[in-house]
């Protein structure tokens, strides 16, 4: 009889030490699994690939908690912008036909270079940077 | 008793104002005695002529206050001569210098105005006192002739800013068609009508201390421009005359653009001169509402233009945008301008009897607007209890901005009146609304799986630690 | 055969590294119990705690990224993105708190007990240098999230740092890497709280270990040395029980960590004015409290010097105490000690509770 306690005893003891151990390794190899979505960097974001944007057409990204547009010229050159309105903050486009940036709510207009030339926008955009490395294009804060 | 010393005192001082009257008038009579005004005048120089009818020889001031010298030197070597202070023709910035030893006040108005920097030879300031009164010829602002009397002063202004090629030299931004501007406005045209009180380029942009619209001092920088509108057009006695209202001020100022202007200092935002025009200032006719109201509103004037209310708006006379929107006090446009209930614009033609097609129309698109702001307050309620929960609903927050500008879109659209392109939108929203909600219930569920998971790690824990008590309390007793 | 295996391991073990000796010596190993043996497991507790630290900081050191620009996103990053990083985070968090909390009652249960005393001097020192870097682990780890409480609350406390005569600049001016709290602060607070803070914790705390093994478990003064008394094997007795007691630790620090997940607040604006109620972490509060109270001047020193000046004089003291506490060593009741130390308690309580309250 206590035989039998004390292997009934050992047997738990056994037994939850495993699920313990099982369900503190659990989320430590959970946590070293890299996870899919990699943006830790909000101040670094890889757009995608070069090939992916010709020229004279635009992107709109996230770019952290705000959302940003990349715009290849064309001439093939690379500009990225913060792409809320600074006016009310909503989100502008490129128009090709025009060759500006273009906001659909009150009709504001940035040049190229993000300088606002027309309409309500007090503001130009807020410029980033783009790297262009091996052919993955990385827009960044400056 | 008589207090002699005080008599004797009473008397001395009645013996010197005497001698004081005495000697005031000999130089008041001296001055008369004016060689350089009456020499001048017998040698027909015209100056001494147009003098004669200048307000400051009429305040009885001489040649010599200006130009130095003295006037009752008979010998013309003696009354010019350096010893005496003559300094002849007053050249440069020494002309307004001059002015300035009696009208100080102007002259330090003038040093601060654009008009006090260096003409392009850089010798002087561009613009002198003489500029605008006149040289020797100088009358009261009321006189009539007076260069800068109200029915002239606009002519003396366009002399330089009409000047294509003179201004510029200056400022080849600054336009020159603002007199012309100006005949058309409503203020040029009552002052060609001899009307006084219309204004007139002093009015708004100050007399002496003129500033850049870009300088915010200046009575025309945006944030300034309503309150100088104001001065006159608020006050009711001032423009009792005119039958227009006085209230457009106090609207303005509680209005979107009034708010955008002077409160959040948006300099984007519209003050009066951008729609009613700043020199050719009139008020907008009906036909032309929508053009100006579209300069910033663009698509939803044109969405407008191609839409069945054009038609009808026109039809029946009514202003394009003002119908709906009003226009000083106009304020943000909201959901309860849509649909047929009491406080809708809709329902005011579009009864169910006369005009049923936009009568379910209305109904229709409230309806959904309605759907959408009540989903859009339970998802961001879900998400905001995500939040507070401590879960990480950023993605989530994201789209919901993604939801109001959508919103905002809409605003524009309605001006289309289609009810395709309507649901178009709210169909973009709907799925993002879908999306969001998934999401916030997916971190309502993970909160609820971690408490679960404490839950089944304490169990594992006590089961463990109550076998590993009872161990030891084994391993003890067996010791004993 | 199973058995066979092993102990044919064993024997391989042994044979090269004596293993025997330490099953002797661990046999020979006694716990005394008396009403004053439970004070006995806050070291332990402390010691798993740091365990925890260790392994929840390594793991965050799998992710985080210690510059001004990407601190705040990659612990934000570590607590939505990466699978139960908010556990390992908040776990790290708690632990840091609660490793601190017990240092602190196992510090003052050895006080009370004057286990200081001869010939355990030493063992008293190596504990108080192990607490002072647990503070300081505390500080630089406080500042690696890289929000705006922290931003502040350091710049506070090296501001106070920066009050000492002489050394007072010099040390802030190492700590901060220049002359404000700035990107090259966080790194270097980076590079104290995982390379050199951990590098000398664990020499003290090896050394520390070992002292207590050799030296055994202190009897309070007023038991009878000479009597017999009752004792429990360390082995397995004592362990088990130390291993029951981690158990309920660690459940409790999963509770908190999931029903209170550390915050991580908004990133920090080294142009942003300092918010309102900045607050230093609670084992600070007393201190950071009590510069508050002291006058801008006394006679024609500073304030904050003088309180300053105390509170290092105070640590000092406190440190050597085995040493001037001579009435101690020669086996005397020392009530003065006592009411020193009950002093302390009641101050630090009394000044953490005003400061929490204003």
Known sequence: MNQGRRSFLIYTIGGSLISLLIAIFYPILAFLKPPKNKSIEVSSVKVGKLEDIPPDSSLNFRFGNSSAILIRTSSGELKAFDARCTHLDCTVQYRKDMGIIWCACHNGKYDINGRNIAGPPPRPLNSYKVVVQNDEVYVSKI | ?480 | MRNKVIRDIYRWFDERLNLQDLIQLANKKYVPIHRHSIWYYFGGVTLFLFIIQVATGILLLMYYKGSEDLAFESIRYIMTEVEFGWLIRSVHSWSANLMIFCAFIHMFSVFFTKAYRKPREITWITGMILLFIALGFGFSGYLLPWNELAFFATKVGTDIVGVFPIIGKPLQLFLRGGEDVTGTTLSRFFGFHVAILPAIFIVFLIFHLILIQRQGMSLPMNIDQSKEFKTMPFFPNFLLRDLLLWLIVLNILAILAVLFPWELGSKADPFAPAPAGIKPEWYFMFMFQTLKYIPAKIWIIDGEVVGIMLFTIGAILWTTIPFWDRKTERGQKNLLINYLGLFCIIYIILLTILGYLS
């Open chain 2, 1 to 480: 008793m008589i207090n002699w010393k005080n008599v004797l005192f009473k008397i001395i001082i009645l013996f010197f104002s005497l001698l004081l009257i005495g000697r005031m008038e000999k130089s008041y009579s001296q001055k008369k005695i004016d060689y350089c005004f009456s020499c001048h005048r017998a040698n027909n120089d015209e100056s001494a002529f147009l003098f004669s009818k200048d307000v400051h020889f009429e305040m009885e001031l001489s040649c010599a206050d200006c130009h130095g010298g003295d006037p009752t030197q008979k010998d013309m070597g003696d009354a010019m001569s350096t010893e005496n202070n003559f300094i002849g023709v007053p050249v440069g910035n020494k002309v307004s210098e001059l002015c300035s030893n009696c009208h100080i006040g102007e002259y330090s108005a003038l040093y601060n105005s654009v008009h006090a920097k260096y003409s392009i030879k850089g010798e002087e300031w561009i613009v002198q006192c003489t500029t605008c009164h006149g040289i020797h010829n100088i009358t009261r602002v009321k006189n009539r002739i007076s260069p800068v009397n109200p029915f002239n002063i606009s002519k003396i202004c366009a002399k330089c800013h009409s000047n294509i090629s003179y201004i510029r030299k200056y400022n080849p931004e600054l336009p020159t068609d603002q007199y012309e501007k100006y005949l058309t406005s409503k203020h040029g045209l009552l002052n060609s009508k001899n009307d006084p009180k219309a204004a007139t380029c002093v009015s708004c942009h100050d007399n002496h201390q003129i500033l850049s619209k870009k300088d915010p001092r200046s009575s025309v920088y945006f944030t300034n421009l309503p309150k100088t509108c104001s001065y006159c057009h608020s006050n009711q006695e001032y423009m009792s005359e005119y039958k227009i209202p006085t209230d457009q001020y106090e609207k303005y100022i509680k209005s979107v653009h009034g708010i955008a202007t002077t409160e959040k200092g948006d300099n984007a935002a519209p003050s009066c001169n951008d729609c009613h025009g700043n020199h050719g200032a009139i008020p907008p006719g009906i036909e032309s509402i929508s053009k100006v109201c579209g300069m910033c509103h663009a698509i939803n004037a044109e969405l407008f233009a191609g839409s069945p209310h054009k038609k009808a708006f026109d039809s029946m006379k009514l202003p394009e945008c003002e119908t709906c929107h009003s226009n000083h006090d106009i304020i943000a446009a909201t959901d309860q301008l849509i649909g047929i209930s009491s406080t809708s614009i809709c329902i005011k033609c579009h009864s169910n009897e006369k005009l049923p097609e936009g009568y379910k129309t209305a109904k229709k698109m409230r309806e959904l607007l309605d759907s959408i702001v009540a989903l859009e307050s339970t998802i961001t309620k879900l998400v905001s209890d995500a939040e507070q929960k401590g879960m990480e609903v950023s993605k989530a927050k994201f789209k919901l901005r993604d939801i109001r500008q959508i919103k905002l879109e809409i605003k524009t659209v309605i001006h289309a009146f289609d009810l395709s392109i309507f649901e178009k939108k709210t169909t973009e929203i709907f799925n993002l609304i879908n999306e969001v909600k998934s999401q916030g219930e997916y971190a309502i569920e993970e909160y609820y799986f971690r408490r679960w998971g404490l839950l089944g790690f304490t169990l594992i824990i006590i089961i463990l630690a109550v076998s590993l008590f009872l161990y030891i309390k084994k391993l003890e007793n067996k010791s004993e």
